[in-house]
C-alpha cells in the first residue's frame, strides 16, 4: 500500500524559507515520479514541482526560482524547499504518486 506522509510546514514570516518532507513507503520509491501540490483554502488542488526517477526538475510558474524539489532514493524521502515565502504561498501542501496522496503539511505565511 501507497503511503506518503507528509511534514515540516509551519507559520513564516513572508520572504522566510521552509523545508517540507514527505516519507514514502510502500512502493519502488527509486523508480516512481514524485510530485508537490497545493490547495489553498477555498481554491483547488495546484500543481507545484515534478522531479523523475532520473532527478530531473519541472516547476509550476507560479514557484520557480523559489522552490525546488529534491529526492532521497536512500532514505525513501521526497522533499520541497520554499524560499522567498509570500503570503499566497499559505496552502496546504502534498506529496504525490500517481494521484495519492499524504494528509498535507499547513504551510502558513503572515506576518
Known amino acids: 500500500e501507497v503511503q506518503l506522509v507528509e511534514s515540516g510546514g509551519g507559520l513564516v514570516q513572508p520572504g522566510g524559507s521552509l523545508r517540507l518532507s514527505c516519507a514514502a513507503s510502500?512502493?519502488?520509491?527509486?523508480?516512481?515520479?514524485l510530485r508537490w501540490f497545493r490547495q489553498a483554502p477555498g481554491k483547488g488542488l495546484e500543481w507545484l514541482s515534478v522531479?523523475?526517477?532520473?532527478?530531473?526538475?519541472y516547476y509550476a510558474d507560479s514557484v520557480k526560482g523559489r522552490f525546488t524539489i529534491s529526492r532521497d532514493n536512500a532514505k525513501n524521502m521526497l522533499y520541497l524547499q520554499l524560499n522567498s515565502l509570500k503570503t499566497e504561498d499559505t496552502a496546504m501542501y502534498y506529496c504525490?504518486?500517481?494521484?495519492?496522496r499524504g494528509q498535507g503539511t499547513q504551510v502558513t505565511v503572515s506576518s
Open positions: 522531479i523523475s526517477n532520473a532527478g530531473t526538475t
Open positions: 510502500g512502493f519502488t520509491f527509486r523508480t516512481s515520479i
Open positions: 504525490d504518486k500517481d494521484g495519492i
